[in-house]
């Protein structure tokens, strides 16, 4: 998306520390952004995928991109937040690699890199709590030229601070369906890097070195899934992304993710999220 900068796996959007008062109330959020939140004061509520969680003082939340939640507080509630692009692209990313837990006590040490991540970023405070106005394609475009703008010094640390907080949840998150067979590795790197081409099983297999049967049998053995599958997913993925992050039409969206029919690629989306392309965007840009 971002392709005339140096590359970090890692894009801070947002961060900085407000206090709700009963207002922090937001239905059906689904952002193409990592969250993470410390809690400081007060008590909220976020119903994550049909779960209700309790936020509470000196804890650490994450919720992963894509991922559908609902925000609510009664009362007053102060914290930290901090929204993250994570543009990791290569082989398997780590939320299809571990399921995360999403609430972590936190120690002294993520506290004191919270508050520096929010002193070394003092322009990436949000204006407004409403997640209309920071989650559409013209504020995340704003927040990643901010970040592109910084000094060197700058991002190197915001970056390695980053890394750290998000490390905390990796130290205890459940290894789920993943492989570390370099041939599977290959091609779902070579199937993020072309999906708005055909992905014919032959060519996969060639990646893998293997043939297509024995492709098909690698992944349904290490992933649970049919090559064809995976594509489907990650494509619906990309899709999620550029709804919510560009103007593009659906038409051009389907074709930029590899879909020559228009028809077929809202069939595919709705029965994987429940919603039409365009009632995917109007609901976002309605939150």
């Given at each position: 998306?971002?392709?005339?900068?140096?590359?970090?796996?890692?894009?801070?959007?947002?961060?900085?520390?407000?206090?709700?008062?009963?207002?922090?109330?937001?239905?059906?959020?689904?952002s193409p952004f990592l969250r993470i939140y410390y809690v400081e004061h007060g008590q909220a509520t976020v119903n994550l995928q049909g779960v209700e969680h309790t936020l509470k003082p000196?804890?650490?939340?994450?919720?992963?991109?894509?991922?559908?939640?609902?925000?609510?507080?009664?009362g007053v509630?102060?914290?930290?937040?901090?929204?993250?692009?994570?543009?990791?692209?290569?082989?398997?990313?780590?939320?299809?690699?571990?399921?995360?837990?999403?609430e972590l006590e936190a120690d002294e040490e993520a506290v004191r890199l919270i508050r520096r991540l929010t002193d070394i970023n003092p322009h990436s405070q949000l204006r407004q709590s409403t997640p209309s106005t920071y989650d559409n394609k013209h504020a995340i475009n704003e927040a990643v030229n901010r970040f592109i703008q910084k000094s060197n010094r700058q991002q190197y640390e915001t970056q390695a601070i980053l890394m750290m907080l998000i490390s905390r949840f990796y130290n205890q998150a459940i290894l789920q369906n993943t492989s570390n067979d370099d041939r599977l590795i290959r091609v779902q790197r070579y199937i993020r890097q072309h999906l708005n081409i055909p992905l014919p099983l032959d060519e996969l297999a060639k990646q893998a070195a293997v043939c297509k049967d024995s492709l098909i049998r690698l992944f349904r053995r290490e992933l649970g899934i049919t090559p064809l599958d995976y594509i489907l997913n990650k494509r619906i993925e990309q899709a999620q992304l550029l709804l919510l992050t560009s103007s593009l039409s659906v038409k051009e969206i389907a074709s930029q993710i590899g879909f020559s029919n228009q028809s077929y690629f809202t069939a595919q989306f709705k029965r994987i999220t429940g919603l039409t392309p365009l009632e995917y965007r109007k609901q976002q840009q309605q939150v």
């Open positions: 998306m971002y392709e005339n900068r140096m590359y970090f796996p890692l894009i801070l959007l947002n961060v900085g520390r407000i206090e709700m008062n009963a207002n922090w109330n937001f239905p059906r959020l689904c000196g804890h650490l939340y994450m919720i992963p991109p894509f991922t559908q939640h609902s925000d609510t507080c009664t509630f102060t914290h930290y937040y901090i929204h993250i692009l994570d543009q990791t692209i290569q082989g398997q990313n780590i939320y299809e690699q571990h399921i995360f837990p999403f």
